[in-house]
T-cell receptor, first 112, second 108 residues
Framework: DARVTQTPRHKVTEMGQEVTMRCQPI?????VFWYRQTMMQGLELLAY????????DSGMPKDRFSAEMPDATLATLKIQPSEPRDSAVYFC??????????FGPGTRLTVL | TQLLEQSPQFLSIQEGENLTVYCNSS?????LQWYRQEPGEGPVLLVT?????EVKKLKRLTFQFGDARKDSSLHITAAQTGDTGLYLC????????FGTGTSLTVIP
């Protein structure tokens, strides 16, 4: 049963610290998405990659967020420095098409 | 401004009742998806509709894509407690957008 995995599942950190979230997409999927979900804003697209190349990161605050795919089995989302307003659940999703996405369980980030 | 507006935002009904959730936009989408998300988990894809006017059924769930491919509806017949969750529509065009979400609670 192929699934998207995300680590860590929960992260509590202090303001100003670096946070790295990791995602392992489903083997064979060539498109990877990063989303952020909050009660106020709902589910927001931060960035997505196709064949490891970034296609759109317009939803991501460029000054503190960065997303990469070092290889086909790993996607990372970094926040440096983190701020309390970054507290949210971060989801990774993968797929073979933009309109069919399989989501991971999410990383719940709390920045104090 | 959200590209995809869902209504209602919250819905609480008794088990056995029927309900309809709406997803509206002023934009045209090449396809539209419906997802269900349970607490502590990621959204799970329920269906994709592609053709204007298309109707798809998934057991007690009926999905319809508007003729102009700008809106969609999800109808649940005889709701069960297991239907409780957050329902999200999502549209694919030049980019990919999620709707504002409908939180459904089915009371036993």
């Amino acid at each position: 049963d192929a699934r998207v995995t995300q680590t860590p599942r929960h992260k509590v950190t202090e303001m100003g610290q670096e946070v790295t979230m990791r995602c392992q997409p489903i083997l064979g999927h060539n498109t990877v998405f990063w989303y952020r979900q909050t009660m106020m804003q709902g589910l927001e697209l931060l960035a997505y990659f196709r064949n490891r190349a970034p296609l759109d990161d317009s939803g991501m605050p460029k000054d503190r967020f960065s997303a990469e795919m070092p290889d086909a089995t790993l996607a990372t989302l970094k926040i440096q420095p983190s701020e309390p307003r970054d507290s949210a659940v971060y989801f990774c999703a993968s797929g073979q098409r933009t309109d069919t996405q399989y989501f991971g369980p999410g990383t719940r980030l709390t920045v104090l | 401004t959200q590209l995809l507006e869902q209504s209602p935002q919250f819905l609480s009904i008794q088990e056995g009742e029927n309900l309809t959730v709406y997803c509206n936009s002023s934009s045209v989408f090449s396809s539209l998806q419906w997802y269900r998300q349970e607490p502590g988990e990621g959204p799970v894809l329920l269906v994709t509709v592609v053709t204007g006017g298309e109707v798809k059924k998934l057991k007690r769930l009926t999905f319809q894509f508007g003729d102009a491919r700008k809106d969609s509806s999800l109808h649940i017949t005889a709701a069960q407690t297991g239907d409780t969750g957050l329902y999200l529509c999502a549209g694919a065009g030049n980019q990919f957008y999620f709707g504002t979400g409908t939180s459904l609670t089915v009371i036993p």
